[in-house]
């Protein structure tokens, strides 16, 4: 009996991770959606322009916890692939600019902050019908996407808090994975 | 008889229990009697729904939202210092960290006294709970919830 419970529930997990990371699958293959946005220096940073770069992005906000627990990891990666061909970006999502650059203080991020000050480039990146109760903008928030050089998504994980990828690791593979193919 | 009883059992009460919600929290303010001049106490318990958890009130991260209630400034009470629970662990899969957060029931301690002056009668208070919640797929921007307490001064 208590077997049985324990597989159901693994099994259900599974599908919860399956569902959840499946709804971002969506839009592997798509070309990401445009945005020109300033950072926290105010340097203008646009994705069409940036075309020919591999792209880390980041959606997040000061008071998201799982955001400020991977940011150290994200620095991380930038250090790790600065000199590969890959940008690193964090769209901080409809916050006050003093309240991010305090964060970056904090953080000491050595790449860009940018700001999202409406949520608008938050809500074009939200995969259709993920947490359909949510605003659109707040949906990607603490997701981390891969744009390829191409201009398109190859990798999105949307935040599942139960099963949390603080380390990246994922993210980190997929960057090789990538990487290996373009050399 | 019995309706008679209901009738003076209705007035004698310091007045009816205040609830407000969201879709994820839920807070019930009793209604509390004190005598002008008098320290008293309010416990508003606050829910918060099946699969969600909110962050404490005492958090180890200095970004992330508290838990907190404020009592909308006002001449009739001078409040104390309010009384949370202590948080439970949250493990962030992958990290050192841990967050500590409330789930399911817990109840905030509003220790007050009623100003020297205020003469006996109904009063309303509003009051304000914050919190930034998160399920088990996501987390949602932080939240405000609106409620009023009811004072009866005797």
Known sequence: ?183 | MLLLYFIVLLHSLPGPRQMSSDTIVKVVAPGVSAHAGKDAVVNVSVLVKKGYHIQAHKVNDEFIIPTSLDIVENNIIITGKQAFPAGKKFKIEGSENYLLVYDGEFKITIPFKVQEEIPKGKYTLQAKLHYQACDDKTCFAPKTINFDIGVQVI
């Open chain 1, 1 to 183: 009996m208590r077997f049985s419970v324990k597989l159901a529930t693994s099994i259900l997990t599974a599908f919860a991770f399956v569902s959840v990371y499946g709804q971002a699958e969506q839009m592997i293959g798509q070309p990401a959606p445009l945005f020109e946005l300033k950072d926290t220096r105010g340097n203008v940073h646009s994705l069409d322009q940036l075309r020919g770069n591999y792209i880390v992005l980041h959606f997040a906000a000061t008071w998201c916890p799982f955001c400020n627990a991977e940011a150290p990891n994200l620095e991380e990666l930038y250090q790790k692939y600065r000199d590969k061909n890959v940008r690193v970006f964090i769209v901080d999502v409809r916050e006050d600019a003093a309240l991010v650059k305090k964060s970056l203080e904090h953080f000491q991020f050595s790449f860009p902050v940018l700001l999202d000050e409406d949520g608008t480039v938050s809500a074009k990146y939200a995969p259709d019908g993920v947490q359909p109760a949510l605003n659109r903008y707040e949906v990607p928030i603490a997701s981390n996407l891969i744009i390829d050089n191409d201009g398109k998504i190859r990798f999105y994980s949307l935040l599942n808090t139960a099963s949390f990828d603080a380390k990246l690791t994922k993210l980190n593979q997929k960057l090789d994975e990538l990487l290996n193919v373009a050399h």
